[in-house]
């Protein structure tokens, strides 16, 4: 990384950043997984031949998906969403027919009423965490 120049984020040890001469660089790196993006096409190019000298790389082609977040490239904007993911969850946890709520409870509920209401019999931990 240090022939890159890139400096790791001090708020997530998994972003590095390289700021020079007006050109920006963002690496994340999750265990193999990594994406890299920056403002110059050229100068991406020139990071991902440097890693490709010094590291095996099954490819280089625009990323579709990262750590189960979709891309989707427009020419205007970058949309990230996790859809597959969530419908995932949903049939893992039995929950495909569910019906959908903005929120879980009802918008200035008390804790009296929340209270009375129905409780949830599930693997709760595990969904969680997932």
Known sequence: ???????????????F???EKGVKIIIC?????????GSDPDEVKTVINL????????????????LGIRLVFTPTEL???QEEYIDKMLKRFN???CEACSTPL?????PVE?????????????????
């Open 51 to 66: 890693f490709r000298n010094e590291f095996e790389m099954s490819k280089s082609a625009p990323a579709t998906e990262f």
């Open 29 to 37: 790196l999750y265990a193999d997984d990594l994406l890299i993006a």
């Open 114 to 130: 929340f209270a009375n209401s129905e409780l949830f019999e599930g693997p709760f931990r595990e969904l969680i965490g997932s």
């Open 1 to 15: 990384m240090n022939t890159v120049k890139l400096k790791q984020s001090t708020s997530d040890p998994c972003i």
């Open 79 to 81: 949309k990230l969403h």
């Open 106 to 110: 009802e918008l200035k509920c008390t």
């Open 17 to 19: 950043i390289r700021k």
């Open 95 to 97: 929950m495909s027919n």
